[in-house]
């Protein structure tokens, strides 16, 4: 599936095409990085802070992230104030245990709405994103 396609989904709701208080999901077939690079770019669309840290390739060919290992993949922040931390998941990926602890860790610790979240997950993710302005 196209980002096009995927961001016709936002852009349905943007404009009111869709039910009141109804939100499209994305598509269950979605790939795990097309869906966090539209829901980032939606982010941006609703004038949110949006922080992702990509894999960088080491010398030897192994990935490396720059960050701790289970860190989020985007943070979502609000002028306001408000903070979201977002691992995103599809298909049958799940969280890592450092992942889970990491979550919890921000959730607990300090105060910032962290979750994983899967394609069925975006009217939830849509509330949380918009509910931070």
């Not at 539209?38 to 990935?63: T, Y």
């Not at 408000?82 to 860790?105: H, I, P, S």
């Not at 993710?125 to 509910?131: A, D, Q």
């Amino acid at each position: 599936m196209r980002d096009r396609d995927l961001r016709s989904h936002y852009a349905l709701n943007k404009c009111g095409l869709v039910p009141s208080g109804a939100v499209l999901p994305f598509p269950d077939e979605v790939l795990e990085d097309s869906w966090r690079h539209e829901v980032e770019a939606i982010g941006v669309e609703m004038g949110l802070k949006v922080a992702h840290c990509e894999r960088l390739q080491g010398k030897r060919g192994q990935w490396l992230t720059p960050m701790a290992v289970g860190w989020p993949d985007t943070i979502f922040l609000a002028e306001r104030g408000g903070m979201l931390a977002v691992e995103f998941k599809a298909g049958r990926n799940k969280a890592t245990r450092q992942q889970v602890a990491w979550l919890l860790a921000l959730d607990r610790t300090c105060g910032v709405t962290a979750r994983c979240f899967w394609p069925a997950d975006w009217p939830v993710l849509y509330h949380l994103l918009t509910t931070l302005r």
